[in-house]
Every structure is written in structure tokens, then in C-alpha cells.
């Protein structure tokens, strides 16, 4: 079995949150911590959050998996970029302890120019900052694209990253189906392949959610451009293979499709159905 669910708008808080994704037939969901172009977050309230996690438990929802502003760069040139990415994170995993034991998903950031090397350094930089022994959130790296100055477009140099960071057991790993697909990873003809790559660069233990995607290009463009499941270059066939494989069993999967609640719920059922469920 899986969990599956969408990305829901967080702005009436978590109880709203929960009876969307129920709405939608879905058993988890990803939410922005805040605005994805950045700004600041709105407070939480302890009650809705007490009412979300009696649902949660009742309606048998997996594991969350938050994510992190689009803005947030920890690779940025300009010192503001930088300060907003440390600013960001710290609160977002402060807040995130209201919610205890889900998941913080982040774009590892963009090197602009800098290089891979460097941008892996100053990613780890941050981790080590923000991270702490207490936190009960696993933070994710999500595979990327490769687009532009992206670090994290192959599953090296998400490795590099895990191997700098002290509280190594706080890290996780959040592979995007769209983004592998266009950074070159065949999961059309080989997915077993670039799974055993995954296990042998990274190690599975590490997975810990997947973002199920069609992309509207094809393999190796490094372009990230969603598609809705079937609708895309990746196809539905695949897509299903990926949320049927007994090595992601048990995961959260998250839509990041281009699509109204009509088009998610019906993503949700075909995607379940093919799980076995
Ligand atoms: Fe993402
Ligand atoms: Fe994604
Ligand atoms: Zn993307």
C-alpha cells in the first residue's frame, strides 16, 4: 500500500487542510510552510491543530511532507538570499514541531554560478546550522531537475550533501519522478535500475517520500515542467509501475500535478488502484 494525496493550500490552517485531502480521497498531503515565493509565515493555532490530528488519526493518515518556500537558497550570492534561507528554515522546523514526526521537503538550492562544489558546501553549511539533536521533523532533499545552476539533479551530489551533514540521521530523501525523469534517470524502461542506483548511491533507507509527476518533456532535458499523470512524457503506464513497486511501499506520494480537485481526486484512485489497494 501507499499513502497518497496532493498539495493543499494552507491558508485556513490544518484542519482545512485534512477534510480537503479526505475530500479528495487522499491519506496525506504537502502544504507550503508559507508563501512559495517567500514571505513571512502565519501563526499557528494549537487548537485547529489538536482537531487535525484527532482527523489524522482517525482517517489513518500517513506521514506530511511539508515544503519549503521555492525562494529559499542557501547557495544564494546576495547576503539577503542567504539570510532568508537560514531565517526560513530555523522557523519552518520550529513550527513544524507542532506537527511532530512529518516531513520538511526542500529544494537543496542553486549554485548561481558558483559551482556544484561550492553549492554543496554552503547547502551543508546550512543543514548544520539549523538542524538539532530535538527535532522530531526529517528534513528531505529533493531530487532536482538539473535545471539552470540546480545542485541536487543527480543522486551523487545528494549524497555529498547527506556525507557533510552532522545530524545525518535527521536527513531524508524526497525523489521527484518529473525531476529524475528530465535530469536523465530512464524510470520508463528501467525502473528497477535507477532504483538499485538510488540504493547504491544514497540507500533506500533514506527515501522517504516521492513526488509522482508526468513531465511535459522528454528524458534529460533538465527542464521541470509537470504534467498531469498520463498527460506527459513519462506516461500513465510507468507512473503506476512507480506507485505499485514493493521497494516504495508504505511511502507518502504527493501530486504536484497542474490540476483542480476533480482531476487529483481521479489521480489519487488511479493511482492507488494500481497499488493494490
Ligand atoms: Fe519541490
Ligand atoms: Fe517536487
Ligand atoms: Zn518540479
Redesign the pocket.
Known sequence: MIYIGSHISSAKGYEAMGKQARKLGADTFAFFTRNPRGGNAKAINPEDVEKFQIMARESHFGKLVAHAPYTLNPCGLKPEVRDFAFRAFREDLERMEAIPGNYYNFHPGSHVGQGTEKGIALIAELLNACLSREQRTTVLL?TMAGKGSEVGGSFSELREILDRVELSEKMGV?L?T??IWDAGYDIVEDLDGVLEEFDRIIGLDRLKAI?I?DSMNPKGSRKDRHAKIGEGCIGAEALKRVAAHPRLAGLPFVL?TPNDDAGWAGEIAMLRAAAGE
Open positions: 529533493e524526497c521527484d518529473c525531476h513526488h509527476n504536484e
